[in-house]
Structure formats: structure tokens, C-alpha cells
């Protein structure tokens, strides 16, 4: 990446270095800094490269990392925030956004360090107080968060995912755990048994325990209606969210606000009320028939989206990352037949694996017996699983969210569930 500076440029990569210019020297690209000096680049470390690019000192970071719930807490703090006056920046998943602008699309959940400064650069220029980031287990553990201040940071949840990165549970908890070492203000959620933490400036929210924010009473009936203990305060939220899950993400989001801006509890409830969920995320596409998709692709991730909409009947379409985490695949099989009248197993960006194999895998932690269908092509799972819906029922269609491609074979060919859904039901008319 190149960012512009007066009449030359700094980079992270050093082929594209030239005389004059400069190197961001960091530990992902450590090797290269001979390569980069052999082209007559000046080599700089990130906070030279921050006073390069103007970027605000007083520009205060949260980051938030969990396996689930990064995505929409994000979304929603940072909405929180410019609804009370607080002008948020906002990467992760879904791309860059300021305020509701978008600066960038999607890539990787957290970027290498110069795409991040130059959202921070991004953010200085629009005058925002805040920038909200969402932190991988990838990101920490290749340290893409070098040099990075937090005002605040956020837990939200481990469960299996990247088991083919950390090789174990224990690894993957112990990356995540490493992110709350230090003695920033931080708020955990205590719900969790893997996480470790330092309690030094640490708040904690729980559904389940006595904690700094944690509901009173809530229900998940149409929405979320909940009276939330505030750090001894009382807040009554009313949400659009559905499910358990979002209560969670909700609570996280809530104390993030309070701690750091503590505003009055009608102000809180006002900011809530007024976010409207994220794309991708439990997100209706068409109400007759009555089609969700989600971008839950872990064990966890499908059981909380599944059970929040237990009350319907349900077909489910799913799949499985190729090159990913294979010992989940059963796993994410037998959970989607728990709540599902019919499983429709197909594939999710397969990758460079054969699409049935993974199928297959899936379905060995299934009764096949049971009201379960295998069809590799997933536009056709989706018709099929359009074709068999019963009133009343519900077509849950889980893994790719506001994803717009297929993986297959290192190429990403255009594919959204969503376009899918209208193209096929506008086909019907």
C-alpha cells in the first residue's frame, strides 16, 4: 500500500520503494527493510510514520476481539457514539466506514498496519474522536496492531474457530487472553471460561453473574426489551436485535459508551433504539416467504443464531470453509439439524478443497436419515430450500452474510445469498 506525503509516499512494501520515499518498518515486514534500503527508502517506524501522515494524537482507539459478536458490537458502539455526538470511525469485517461513510471495502478483519494508519489519517481529517476496530486472533498474534494505542478494550466471546492457525483451543484462548495483558480499561465479558485477563481497569458485563453492566430482567420476545444495571445505574433498552447473543453484544456496546462517556441513561436508551442491526448479521432479505441470512460459520456462531429463532420452524442452508478448520464440520452439522425440519448442506467458499468432500464431513456428524439433503451447488440449495418452505416457516440461510463471493480454486467469483434470494423469488412471480 502507498500513502501520499506532500510530493513522495510511505509504503509497507518495499518493491515498490523508489529514492526519496519511505519504508514503514514493522514486524510483518521486518525482513524486507534490506531490500528497501538497497532502493534508497528512508526507513521510518510507525510513530514517525503517524507524525508523517498527520495523524491526531488525541484520536482515541477501542478495540474489540472475540470469535463471535466483533462485528455487531463494533457496529453498534460506533453508532452509539455518533448518535451521541462523538464523531466514530469504524474497520473490521465489513470493510471502513466514517460515521456512515464508507472508506473502504472489505478485506481482512484488521488490516496491516499502514491500511490502519491511513484510516487514522482518514479519521484526523474528519475530526472523529473515536476510532472502533475489530482485532483478529491473526492480527495479534502477527502483531498487525504494532505500535497501536487503546483507550478501551472489548471481550465478547471464544468459541472453536481457526483451529487450523492455532492448532488447539488452548492456543487460540491463550492469543485472545494475551490482548487483555496490559493495564488498558477494558471490559470482559466473565460469561466465558476460556478468557484470562488482568483485572487492573477491568469491567465486566454477564448474563449469568453479578457484574459491572448486566441485565435485570429482559425480553427477547419481539426484539429486546431489558432493564440493563449500569454501573448502579438503570438503563431500559428497546432493540430491533434478536436473540441472547445480541443481548450480549448489547451489553458490551453499552458499557463500552458509559465508561467511556457516561452519558444519561435516556440518552443511552435513545442511541440504542435507533441502530437498526448490521448487514449480513440475522438480517431479513424477504418477509413472504420469510428468508434470514447470517454470517455465522462457527459451531458457536450457528447454535446462537439457530436457537434465538427456535420458535419457527426453520430450513437451514449451510456450509463449511475449505482450507479452514475441519474438525468443526460435524460439529456445525449436528447443531443444524438440532434446529432445522430440513438441512440443506452445500459449500462456502470450498477454497482450493473438493466442495463434497467438505459436504461430506458435514454430514458425518449427521442422521441422514433425517430430513437432510446434500446439494454442492449453493444457489440450487437455495432454490431447493425456497421450494420446500411450508407457511409459516422460515429459510435460514447461514455462513456468507453480506459476503459477495465464492472461493473456489484461489479465484473469488461473484456470489451473494442475498441477490440470490431476490433473484430467485422475483423468478417465481
Same mark, same amino acid.
Given at each position: 500500500?502507498?500513502?501520499?506525503?506532500?510530493?513522495?509516499?510511505?509504503?509497507?512494501?518495499?518493491?515498490?520503494?523508489?529514492?526519496?520515499?519511505?519504508?514503514?518498518?514493522?514486524?510483518?515486514?521486518?525482513?524486507?527493510?534490506?531490500?528497501?534500503?538497497l532502493?534508497?527508502?528512508?526507513?521510518v517506524?510507525?510513530?514517525?510514520?503517524?507524525?508523517?501522515l498527520?495523524?491526531?494524537?488525541? =484520536?482515541?482507539? *477501542?478495540?474489540?476481539?472475540g470469535?463471535?459478536?466483533?462485528?455487531?458490537?463494533?457496529?453498534?458502539?460506533?453508532?452509539?457514539?455518533?448518535?451521541?455526538?462523538?464523531?466514530?470511525?469504524?474497520?473490521?469485517t465489513?470493510?471502513?466506514?466514517?460515521?456512515?461513510?464508507?472508506?473502504?471495502?472489505?478485506?481482512l478483519?484488521?488490516?496491516?498496519?499502514?491500511?490502519?494508519?491511513?484510516?487514522?489519517q482518514?479519521?484526523?481529517?474528519?475530526?472523529?474522536?473515536?476510532?472502533?476496530?475489530?482485532?483478529?486472533?491473526?492480527?495479534?498474534?502477527q502483531?498487525?496492531?504494532?505500535?497501536?494505542?487503546?483507550? =478501551?478494550?472489548?471481550?465478547?466471546?471464544?468459541?472453536?474457530?481457526?483451529?487450523?492457525?492455532?492448532?488447539?483451543?488452548?492456543?487460540?484462548?491463550?492469543?485472545k487472553?494475551?490482548?487483555?495483558?496490559?493495564?488498558? =480499561?477494558?471490559?470482559i465479558?466473565i460469561?466465558?471460561?476460556?478468557?484470562?485477563?488482568?483485572?487492573?481497569?477491568s469491567?465486566?458485563?454477564?448474563?449469568?453473574?453479578?457484574?459491572?453492566?448486566?441485565?435485570?430482567?429482559?425480553?427477547?420476545?419481539?426484539g429486546?426489551?431489558?432493564?440493563?444495571?449500569?454501573?448502579?445505574?438503570?438503563?431500559?433498552?428497546?432493540?430491533?436485535?434478536?436473540?441472547?447473543f445480541?443481548?450480549?453484544?448489547?451489553?458490551?456496546?453499552?458499557?463500552?459508551v458509559?465508561?467511556?462517556?457516561?452519558?444519561?441513561?435516556?440518552? =443511552?436508551?435513545?442511541?440504542?433504539?435507533?441502530?437498526?442491526?448490521?448487514?449480513?448479521?440475522?438480517?431479513?432479505?424477504?418477509?413472504?416467504?420469510?428468508?434470514? *441470512?447470517?454470517?455465522?460459520?462457527?459451531?458457536?456462531?450457528?447454535?446462537?443464531?439457530?436457537?434465538?429463532?427456535?420458535?419457527?420452524s426453520?430450513?437451514?442452508?449451510?456450509?463449511?470453509g475449505?482450507?479452514?478448520?475441519r474438525?468443526?464440520?460435524?460439529?456445525?452439522?449436528?447443531?443444524?439439524?438440532?434446529?432445522?425440519?430440513?438441512?440443506?448442506?452445500?459449500?462456502?467458499n470450498?477454497?482450493?478443497?473438493?466442495?463434497q468432500?467438505?459436504?461430506?464431513?458435514?454430514?458425518?456428524?449427521m442422521d441422514?436419515?433425517?430430513? *437432510?439433503?446434500?446439494?454442492?451447488?449453493?444457489?440450487?440449495?437455495?432454490?431447493?430450500?425456497?421450494?420446500?418452505?411450508?407457511?409459516?416457516?422460515?429459510?435460514?440461510?447461514?455462513?456468507?452474510?453480506d459476503?459477495?463471493?465464492?472461493?473456489?480454486?484461489?479465484?473469488?467469483h461473484?456470489?451473494?445469498?442475498?441477490?440470490?434470494?431476490?433473484e430467485?423469488?422475483?423468478?417465481?412471480?
Open positions: 500500500m502507498k500513502i501520499c506525503i506532500d510530493d513522495t509516499f510511505i509504503t509497507d512494501n518495499s518493491l515498490e520503494c523508489e529514492p526519496g520515499c519511505f519504508f514503514l518498518l514493522c514486524d510483518t515486514n521486518a525482513k524486507f527493510k534490506d531490500d528497501a534500503i532502493r534508497k527508502a528512508s526507513i517506524n510507525i510513530d514517525r510514520a503517524k507524525e508523517l498527520g495523524i491526531d494524537e488525541n =484520536l482515541k482507539i *477501542v478495540g474489540i476481539t470469535t463471535n459478536g466483533k462485528t455487531t458490537t463494533a457496529a453498534l458502539l460506533a453508532h452509539m457514539l455518533n448518535e451521541l455526538g462523538h464523531k466514530t470511525a469504524l474497520c473490521g465489513r470493510g471502513a466506514f466514517i460515521a456512515n461513510e464508507r472508506i473502504d471495502q472489505k478485506a478483519t484488521t488490516s496491516q498496519i499502514l491500511t490502519t494508519l491511513w484510516y487514522m482518514k479519521a484526523t481529517l474528519a475530526k472523529c474522536e473515536y476510532l472502533v476496530m475489530e482485532i483478529s486472533s491473526h492480527a495479534i498474534v502483531n498487525r496492531i504494532e505500535g497501536l494505542s487503546f483507550a =478501551l478494550k472489548i471481550f465478547t466471546n471464544i468459541s472453536q474457530d481457526h483451529l487450523d492457525y492455532h492448532k488447539s483451543m488452548e492456543e487460540y484462548a491463550r492469543v487472553s494475551s490482548f487483555f495483558d496490559d493495564d488498558t =480499561l477494558k471490559i465479558n460469561d466465558d471460561e476460556f478468557i484470562k485477563f488482568n483485572p487492573k481497569n469491567y465486566t458485563y454477564s448474563l449469568k453473574q453479578s457484574a459491572d453492566f448486566s441485565p435485570i430482567s429482559y425480553d427477547l420476545k419481539f429486546i426489551n431489558a432493564s440493563i444495571s449500569a454501573l448502579g445505574n438503570v438503563a431500559n433498552i428497546n432493540s430491533s436485535l434478536q436473540g441472547e445480541n443481548l450480549q453484544n448489547l451489553l458490551a456496546a453499552l458499557g463500552a458509559t465508561l467511556l462517556q457516561k452519558p444519561e441513561a435516556s440518552k =443511552l436508551s435513545s442511541a440504542v433504539k435507533s441502530f437498526n442491526g448490521v448487514e449480513g448479521r440475522v438480517e431479513v432479505v424477504s418477509t413472504n416467504p420469510l428468508v434470514i *441470512v447470517d454470517f455465522a460459520h462457527t459451531p458457536d456462531g450457528m447454535q446462537k443464531v439457530l436457537n434465538a429463532l427456535r420458535n419457527l426453520l430450513i437451514v442452508v449451510f456450509g463449511a475449505g482450507d479452514r478448520d474438525t468443526k464440520r460435524a460439529k456445525m452439522g449436528a447443531i443444524a439439524q438440532k434446529y432445522a425440519r430440513l438441512s440443506i448442506v452445500t459449500s462456502d470450498p477454497r482450493s478443497e473438493n466442495p468432500d467438505i459436504v461430506d464431513e458435514i454430514c458425518s456428524g441422514m436419515s433425517r430430513f *437432510v439433503l446434500k446439494e454442492v451447488d449453493r444457489r440450487e440449495a437455495i432454490r431447493i430450500g425456497l421450494e420446500n418452505l411450508k407457511d409459516g416457516e422460515a429459510l435460514i440461510i447461514l455462513g456468507k452474510g459476503e459477495d463471493y465464492q472461493e473456489i480454486n484461489g479465484i473469488k461473484h456470489f451473494s445469498d442475498k441477490e440470490v434470494v431476490c430467485l423469488l422475483k423468478e417465481r412471480k
